[in-house]
């Protein structure tokens, strides 16, 4: 069985990295038995693969496959059936949300998840969290976190989700694809730390995720959260 090195929480069960999500969406789609290897931020000795130092990370008898990215391209060159897209244009479509998170979403839902990550973080791993964050934003995660109109501008970005998902049940069209996986891993990284109400989303974007948290049996609904 493939093994999924996953992002845990001082709570283990709590996995809030979007990446790691990403990786457990593949495997579900495509119908593939897994199971997860909680580890922590600071637990890099135990790490599969110490020098890459990141998760996730799956091993599949004696291979070892590191970055949810390349997890994917191996995931559709080893396992071809149920693909996760199917075309050059939902390829490209997977590379646009990608941009998108990265440029439009991330730097602004980031502020406001990694304070509450912090908090429910391992007290192990609470100062090398502390202080790779910090390094990256410029100032303390609570300074970043308060800074005014966050959350009016994750609420602003999630309207480009508004569009597609007004015409269409899934970002892949009739039925899901890595388009919808790549983009709702953000929002299982949102769930783990905040309420369903935190944000004032498009009803479009409602309707998706309450469809994508019934898929695979409900897997990402029963998802446990640190709230």
């Not at 809030?16 to 119908?31: D, E, N, Q, R, T």
């Not at 783990?192 to 695979?216: N, Y």
Request: hydrophobic share 45%.
């Amino acid at each position: 069985m493939i093994k999924l090195y996953d992002l845990a929480l001082a709570n283990e069960d709590v996995r809030p990295s979007p990446y790691c999500w990403k990786v457990k969406f593949a495997l579900m789609h495509k119908g593939l038995e897994f199971e997860t290897v909680p580890l922590r931020f600071a637990e890099k000795d135990n790490y599969p693969d110490k020098e890459h130092g990141m998760l996730p990370v799956i091993e599949d008898r004696e291979q070892i496959i590191c970055d949810s990215n390349n997890i994917v391209a191996w995931l559709e060159k080893n396992f071809p059936d149920k693909p996760l897209t199917e075309t050059s244009g939902e390829r490209a479509a997977v590379e646009f949300y990608n941009a998108w998170l990265t440029s439009d979403l991330m730097p602004i839902l980031a502020p406001l998840l990694w304070v509450r990550i912090h908090a429910a973080a391992h007290d192990d791993d609470k100062n090398h969290y502390r202080t790779t964050r910090e390094k990256r934003l410029g100032a303390t995660l609570e300074e970043a976190a308060a800074k005014p109109g966050l959350k009016a501008e994750a609420e602003a970005a999630f309207k480009t989700l508004a569009m597609p998902l007004a015409g269409f049940r899934f970002l892949g069209g009739d039925t899901p694809n890595l388009s919808d996986y790549t983009v709702f891993s953000f929002i299982m990284w949102m769930r783990s730390v905040v309420s369903d109400d935190f944000f004032d989303l498009p009803q479009p974007v409602v309707a998706w995720i309450e469809r994508m948290l019934d898929l695979f049996d409900g897997y990402a609904r029963e998802a446990v959260r640190a709230l």
